[in-house]
């Protein structure tokens, strides 16, 4: 898991200007890594956009790292606000369909929006 590798990885992303990351399916890649460059503070720098091959993908994904980022808030003791729920900090957009806003730090998102963008 990508947790275990957590600081390297980090340390790689900010000594390079451009990283891949190759891991096995349900490694955190998509999941785990967008919300430590989060907490890292990259999202201050813009949004912080991870693509999925399908719309289903995109949107089930945002709604998982939502629900994280959410129980990440409680266990700060912090109370939650419309910040946080999806479309919030953790959006999604796919063709015809964009759960953003201004809050928005983590974009999960088609290839093919990817590309409109």
């Known amino acids: 898991p990508v947790f275990s590798?957590?600081?390297e990885l980090l340390n790689v992303i900010r000594e390079n200007t451009c990283v891949v990351i190759v891991g096995e399916t349900?490694?955190?890649k998509t999941t785990q890594l967008t919300q430590y460059l989060m907490e890292e503070g990259y999202a201050e720098f813009g949004l912080i956009g991870c693509t999925q091959p399908r719309r289903v993908a995109a949107?089930?994904?945002a709604k998982r790292v939502c629900q994280e980022v959410?129980?990440?808030?409680?266990e700060k003791g912090e109370p939650l606000t419309e910040k946080d729920e999806l479309g919030g900090r953790v959006g999604?957009?796919?063709r015809f369909e964009d759960c953003t806003s201004e809050h928005t730090l983590i974009k999960y998102m088609t290839d093919g929006v990817l590309l409109r963008e």
Do not use: D, K, N
């Open 59 to 61: 949107m089930s994904v």
């Open 92 to 94: 999604y957009a796919i």
């Open 5 to 7: 590798v957590r600081e």
């Open 26 to 28: 349900g490694s955190g």
């Open 70 to 74: 959410a129980a990440s808030v409680v």
